[in-house]
Nanobody
Framework: VQLVESGGGSVEAGGSLRLSCEVSGSADGTNCIGWFRQYPGKEREGVAT???????TYADSVKARFTISRDDAGNTLYLQMNTLKPEDTAMYYC?????????????????????WGQGTQVTVS
């Protein structure tokens, strides 16, 4: 499976962006997909994930502001980001893998994921 992100850019605080992740190739080996972000010099941190059963998990810092979703065919993953804050400025990555179950998907741990996109930059000023 290959992942390609798009939709990043620069926005003023309070604004919105929608990130997209195009999924190509065979996704049969994945049951969890999500978004992570990385600040310069920091580890990647989980933002939101969605498990094959549709269950979603969000980091506390983005709850009520961000929404993860995917199209019915499972070919595109989205992250709708509203009420953006300067601290949301980061490189955002799409990631996917087969994990041990919904609990693993929901723990938002980057080391659980082996397939990554190239990232898209989000800057909030």
């Amino acid at each position: 499976v290959q992942l390609v992100e798009s939709g990043g850019g620069s926005v003023e605080a309070g604004g919105s962006l929608r990130l997209s992740c195009e999924v190509s190739g065979s996704a049969d080996g994945t049951n969890c997909i999500g978004w992570f972000r990385q600040y310069p010099g920091k580890e990647r941190e989980g933002v939101a994930t969605i498990y094959n059963d549709g269950s979603k998990t969000y980091a506390d810092s983005v709850k009520a502001r961000f929404t993860i979703s995917r199209d019915d065919a499972g070919n595109t993953l989205y992250l709708q980001m509203n009420t953006l804050k300067p601290e949301d400025t980061a490189m955002y990555y799409c990631a996917a893998d087969w994990v041990g179950g919904s609990w693993y998907c929901g723990r938002l741990k980057s080391t659980d994921f082996g397939v990554w996109g190239q990232g898209t930059q989000v800057t909030v000023s």
